[in-house]
């Protein structure tokens, strides 16, 4: 089947007035300069509304008594791309597996969020949050203790409505 | 009439005094780092090749001539145009005579192609 | 109303230049600001607002950056000259609105001073000089820096503005014709006493005028020499700092002298259209609001407020064309640079040329024909002009002379062949070899 021929009028230049093309466009700017309307976010007093998808920095989710959820199972140092993750797993007297180092490395982290969907516990997750700014390069590493503080919106990383997700 | 230039002479030294103040001031209170790299002549990051004052090409010399020629045909033309409509037909048909010489310089200029590429 | 005396005039006269140097300071530094806001408003965001109330005091924080910032030079520029570049394009931009009238005169208790720094009687030629001036800043900043692209920049605008200086003296050769003096206060009592503005009768002169400034300027569509993709920047490479700070400073300067030039040579200056109280002209030792039916001089009556008004008005007029420079300049995408020089040399040229003569012709059939000076004459000058204007509009914007790669190629071909003697076998067709441009 032959392709479909779309013919393109192009005015010849001999035909044209570039002074009414030019008219056109100043009309077009001026239009766009009295317009009211401007794109611009007037940061800090108005914020970006961000989707509850959005990822940022992490949070690590705790029990009621103050514990961390994380177990230490070594998920999500393992499939974090950027390697950010430095976790020192540890047992405590009863058994329980606990970490004794987790840090995340927010210059290396590429907030991909992998580590929020592996975690068999729910425990990690990157949060809706990007106003985290500092002095000195290494107040962005992440302990657990700043993880455990953080008190943002975690990502919604999972469609509520499907029944499969939790 | 020679004491209208004189604010003309006080707003020259006013000018003066303040591009010469802008070039002492920043000189005062730069920081001075050179490094080697910010010594060199920028050439998009690379080693630059080549003696800068090579030779440019000649059509810039052809504007100018250009330019002299017809910039001299204006000035020329103003102490006419001034007294255009005291003097008459006379002198304007001189003035015409001396345009269409001009334009016939022009036209020559035009379809010899010194006006070409520039 | 009596004359200055010595002292008075001296002092009057430092004011003045003191309040215009001011001015024109603060204007620049506020036109920076204007520009991005205004760039801003185009592109539908607001541009920068934070730093005073509106953004107002972000020139200064420009201004404090720029002192505060270190001034690299090559190791191999001529030292002196990279330091003249420049001083000698800045101090140029700020001296030249002197001579520009910007309100009617202002009756003291000392005398009556008029609102003109310096009321020369050479006027306009004086703007034409300075404007002249202004290439060797450029030219020697790009030769100065000892780098190739900034040589080449420079060579580069200044052969544009050099171009353009041609039709710009031209255009102001048609004015000259029917205002009689180069003195910009003249220019002004003349519009006035013909009840038109020079932009109705002499249209033509006026595009041409416009179009000039905007390349002498530098200002998009012409600003191929500062074009920042292009020759990277062009011939301030090198500058940085405080050195770099005064071009950008003389160009809106020179926007600003434009300007006011346009509205003083073809909008009336300080005029205030339809109202006869205003206007104001030294008439052999006395100041005249015009001539009555027997030719016999009407005394002006000046007052304060009507130096405000005035003033007011001329603020209005330059400032809607600052507008248009800044609208045009984000609107239209930039010319190449071999546009430029056919534009200026092979549309402008010939046409500010041949309406010279039009309107020579005109002026001079009128005057025979016993016309007096008035509304009349300038109203069937402005029928000339209409006609002359539409024909190049019409005619010659129709892309035969300005076009893009292809018919600059044409040419090319038809000039070879005509040189060889032959028929001109280009990939357009076989052309003859006698077809004109």
């Known amino acids: 089947m032959p392709p479909k021929v779309k013919v393109v009028r192009r005015p010849e230049p001999e035909r044209t007035s570039y002074l009414r093309a030019t008219l056109k466009g100043m009309a077009l700017t001026f239009r766009h300069l009295v317009n009211p309307n401007k794109v611009t976010i007037q940061y800090p007093e108005e914020r970006p509304v961000l989707s509850p998808r959005w990822r940022g920095t992490h949070r690590m989710e705790v029990h009621a008594d103050g514990r961390p959820k994380c177990v230490a199972c070594g998920l999500c140092p393992t499939v974090c791309p950027a390697n950010c993750i430095r976790l020192v797993g540890g047992e405590d007297d009863q058994g329980n597996r606990y970490p004794v180092v987790y840090e995340i490395d927010e210059f290396r982290c590429i907030f991909c969020g992998m580590c929020q969907e592996v975690c068999p516990v729910e425990a990690i997750h990157v949060g809706v949050d990007y106003e985290n700014a500092e002095y000195t390069r290494d107040r962005f590493v992440y302990d657990l203790d700043r993880l455990m503080e953080q008190d943002h919106p975690t990502a919604l990383l999972w469609d509520p409505s499907d029944p499969r997700s939790e | 009439m020679a004491e209208s230039y004189v604010p003309l002479l006080i707003l020259f030294a006013l000018s003066g005094a303040t591009g010469l103040g802008f070039l002492a001031i920043s000189h005062i209170l730069n920081p001075r780092r050179p490094t080697p790299q910010k010594d060199m002549p920028y050439e998009s990051g690379m080693i630059p090749l080549g003696d800068t004052r090579a030779r440019f090409p000649v059509k810039f010399y052809v504007v100018a001539i250009s330019f002299i020629v017809f910039d001299l045909e204006t000035v020329f033309l103003l102490p006419w145009a001034v007294q255009a409509r005291e003097l008459g037909w006379g002198p304007f048909l001189a003035v015409a005579l001396f345009v269409v010489v001009l334009a016939v310089g022009l036209i020559y200029e035009w379809r010899k192609g010194g006006l070409e590429w520039e | ?368 024909v016993g016309v007096p000076y008035g509304f009349v004459w300038g109203a069937i000058l402005t029928m000339v002009s209409a006609l002359c204007t539409a024909v190049f509009l019409w005619v010659v914007d129709r892309g035969r002379i300005l076009s893009g790669a292809a018919y600059g190629l044409r040419e090319r071909y038809r000039i070879q062949a005509r040189t060889l003697g032959r028929e001109a076998v280009t990939p357009f067709g076989v052309g003859g070899s006698g077809t004109t441009a």
């Open chain 3, 1 to 368: 109303m009596q004359e200055l005396s010595q002292t008075a005039f001296l002092v009057a006269a430092t004011l003045k230049v003191l309040a215009v140097f001011a001015g024109v300071m603060g204007v620049v530094a506020l036109l920076t600001l204007l520009e991005r806001r205004i760039a801003a408003f185009i592109q539908d965001r607001l541009g920068p607002n934070r730093v005073g109330p509106f953004g107002i005091l972000q020139p200064v924080a420009d201004g404090l950056k720029n002192f505060l910032k270190e001034e690299t030079m090559p190791a191999t520029a001529a030292q002196p000259y990279f330091l003249l570049g420049p001083l000698l394009s800045l101090v140029p931009a700020l001296v030249t609105f002197a001579v520009i009238p910007f309100a009617s005169p202002l009756p003291t208790p000392w005398g009556v001073v008029d609102m003109i720094v310096a009321d020369v009687p050479i006027g306009i030629l004086y703007i034409l000089a300075l404007s002249s001036l202004a290439v060797y800043g450029v030219v020697m900043g790009g030769w100065a820096s000892n780098n190739k692209y900034s040589f080449l920049g420079g060579l580069r605008a200044s052969a544009q503005m050099v171009s353009y200086e041609v039709a710009l003296g031209l255009s102001v050769v048609v004015v000259l014709i029917v205002a009689g003096n180069v003195t910009l206060t003249e220019m002004v009592w003349r519009q006035q006493q013909m009840g038109l503005w020079f932009a109705f009768p002499l249209s033509l002169a006026f595009i041409l005028f416009v179009i000039s400034a905007f390349a002498e300027t530098n200002r998009l569509p012409f600003d191929m020499p500062e074009a920042e993709s292009e020759l990277v920047g062009g011939f301030h490479t090198e500058y940085s700092g405080m050195k770099y700070a005064m071009y950008p400073m003389a160009e809106y300067a020179h926007m600003l002298t434009s300007s006011a030039l346009m509205a003083t040579l073809f909008f009336g200056g300080w005029d205030i259209p339809f109202w006869r109280g205003d206007d104001a002209f030294r008439h052999e030792g006395i100041w005249i609001q015009g001539f009555d039916g027997e030719g016999s001089p009407v005394p002006a009556v000046l007052a304060w407020w009507k130096t405000i008004l005035t003033f007011g008005s001329f603020a209005v007029k330059t400032s809607f064309f600052i507008l248009l420079y800044m609208w045009v300049r984000w609107t239209v995408p930039r010319f190449r640079y071999d546009q430029i020089m056919q534009l200026g040399w092979k549309v402008l040229l010939p046409t500010a040329l041949a309406y010279v003569m039009v309107v020579a012709v005109t002026v001079l059939s009128l005057d025979t």
